[in-house]
């Protein structure tokens, strides 16, 4: 049976280590790292998505400023917004919540906010920065990944990577990322052939497609280490329940480790997006020294 890796206690333990450098920071130079999010419209996943992300952000000791605007705002206004954030000293990341209202294009939006402080990792020259392998701010979702499988498998050198799904938020940094890892990378999307032999071949399986328990355990290369993104509600015998994208308890017969829907991957986007703000403010005042290890 396969070890469990728990996302949740590895993003309690992140949070605690950011706890401990942000206090550090504050008692020394007397900077305080800051996170603006702003939220435009009523969508109530975003709500409760935003509010998270604000309760995490003062508990781990950071200033957090929270703009909330009607969901007729015009893309200029929230133009306006960012280049006052991006102006704002106090503001070290800036998280525009996605999806935007239909009449505001998000590309434009992100790519408006100072790549310095675009703790999602969206920006163009961020996504850059990540494809040539510079330093630069990792999309939180697979930084997490990337944390967990560290943790897991230490040395990721050589071993056989495939990520299911393509997306510009998980699938391709993933991607990158473990690239520069040295490991040898699959994409495999909705276009694959033969998706369960490719996915039998893989060291290192990443799941992030959307389809509630697509990926069957016969697909799972014994002693694999399985990465589940996916977070679909299903209902089951009446009842609500999330699942991942992969078959949880047929993978687990055959993987080494596997990551649970929920606990696994989930709780280590915020604990990453906090990471990237204080990795933000460290190096918007030329601090590398103090920067914190992946
Ligand atoms: P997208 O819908 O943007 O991308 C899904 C990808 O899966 C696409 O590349 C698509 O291929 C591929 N795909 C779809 N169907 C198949 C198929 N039958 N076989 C192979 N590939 C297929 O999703 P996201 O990347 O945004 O999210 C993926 C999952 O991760 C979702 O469940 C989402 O909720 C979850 N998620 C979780 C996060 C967290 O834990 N905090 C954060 C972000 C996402 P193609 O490109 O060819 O269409």
Redesign the pocket.
């Known amino acids: 049976m396969a070890e469990i890796i728990d996302g949740k206690a590895f993003a309690q333990n992140l949070r605690k280590r950011i706890t401990g450098q942000t206090a550090q920071l504050k008692n020394e130079t007397n900077i305080q790292p800051g996170l603006a999010t702003i939220l435009v419209g009523e969508d109530p996943a975003s709500h409760v998505y935003v509010r998270n992300k604000n309760k995490q952000t003062k508990a781990v000791g950071m200033a957090s400023f929270h703009h909330e605007l009607p969901a007729e705002t015009t893309q200029q206004a929230l133009l306006t917004l960012v280049d006052e954030l991006n102006r704002d000293d106090a503001v070290n990341g800036i998280l525009v919540q996605l999806p935007l209202p239909a009449h505001i294009d998000p590309m434009t939006v992100i790519n408006a906010i100072d790549p310095d402080k675009d703790v999602d990792g969206f920006h163009i020259h961020n996504v850059g920065k990540l494809a040539i392998g510079e330093p630069g701010l990792v999309s939180c979702?697979p930084l997490g990944c990337l944390m967990l499988l560290k943790d897991q498998l230490g040395e990721l050198s050589g071993k056989n990577a495939v990520i299911?799904?393509?997306?510009n938020?998980?699938?391709k940094p993933m991607a990158a990322l473990l690239l520069q890892q040295h490991c040898t990378v699959t994409i495999?999307?909705?276009?694959?052939r033969d998706?369960a032999g490719v996915c039998r071949r893989a060291d290192i399986l990443v799941a992030?497609?959307?389809?509630p328990e697509?990926i069957k355990g016969d697909w799972v290369k014994p002693g694999a280490v399985v990465i589940d993104?996916?977070?679909?509600r299903v209902e089951i015998d009446g009842k609500a329940k999330l699942v991942g994208?992969v078959d949880y308890a047929a993978a687990a017969e055959h993987a080494e480790a596997i990551t649970p829907v929920p606990g696994g991957?989930?709780p280590m986007?915020i604990a990453c997006l906090l990471y990237n703000t204080y990795q933000a403010t460290c190096m918007q005042h030329d601090m590398a020294e103090r920067m914190m290890d992946l």
Not at 164 to 167: C, K, P
Not at 188 to 192: C, K, M, V
Not at 208 to 211: E, K, T
Not at 229 to 232: P, R, S, Y
């Open positions: 979702t299911v799904g393509r997306s938020i998980v699938g495999a999307h909705s276009r694959t998706l992030a497609v959307g389809r697509m993104v996916g977070i679909n994208d991957v989930g986007t």
